[in-house]
């Protein structure tokens, strides 16, 4: 129950933080995805995403009219290979100096809170690793 707490305080913290640029944790991650994997297809993109193939077009057609993404050939009966644009990674870049304030904010507050769990996520793996 702690785990699952500390993970909406986390999530409700980070979607204030990217919400100045137009971003939620969901859109920030599928922008991740698709800077980290260049040339990702629509399809790849939504399984990594767990969301449909329809909801990662609507996305990326969102993007690509922010001028944050770009489809290299974007044509009818064409593979799809997406990337990130200069402006799409200067975005990236800035939720990610967020995503470390946040989380070197919520390490002050909370000093024992990252070692205890970082523990509990050991004795987790290694459990699993014996069972």
């Known amino acids: 129950m702690t785990l699952l707490t500390v993970g909406r305080v986390w999530d409700a913290a980070l979607a204030e933080a990217?919400?100045?640029l137009g971003l939620t944790t969901?859109?920030?991650?599928?922008?991740?995805?698709?800077?980290?994997?260049?040339?990702?297809?629509?399809?790849e993109l939504a399984r990594r995403s767990r969301i449909t193939v329809q909801?990662?077009?609507?996305?990326?057609?969102?993007?690509?009219?922010?001028?944050?993404?770009e489809d290299a050939t974007a044509?009818?009966?064409?593979?799809?290979?997406?990337?990130?644009?200069?402006?799409?990674?200067?975005?990236?870049?800035?939720?990610?100096?967020?995503v470390a304030e946040?989380?070197?904010?919520?390490?002050?507050?909370?000093?024992?809170?990252?070692?205890a769990l970082r523990a509990d996520f050991d004795a987790t793996v290694r459990r699993a690793a014996f069972s």
């Open 102 to 115: 946040l989380d070197a904010r919520m390490t002050e507050e909370h000093p024992g809170l990252v070692d």
């Open 18 to 20: 990217l919400k100045p």
């Open 26 to 43: 969901r859109k920030y991650g599928l922008l991740g995805h698709i800077r980290g994997t260049p040339g990702i297809s629509f399809s």
């Open 75 to 98: 044509h009818a009966g064409s593979a799809s290979s997406l990337r990130v644009t200069a402006a799409g990674e200067r975005l990236l870049a800035d939720a990610g100096a967020r």
């Open 55 to 69: 909801s990662a077009h609507t996305a990326v057609a969102a993007f690509a009219a922010a001028g944050l993404v």
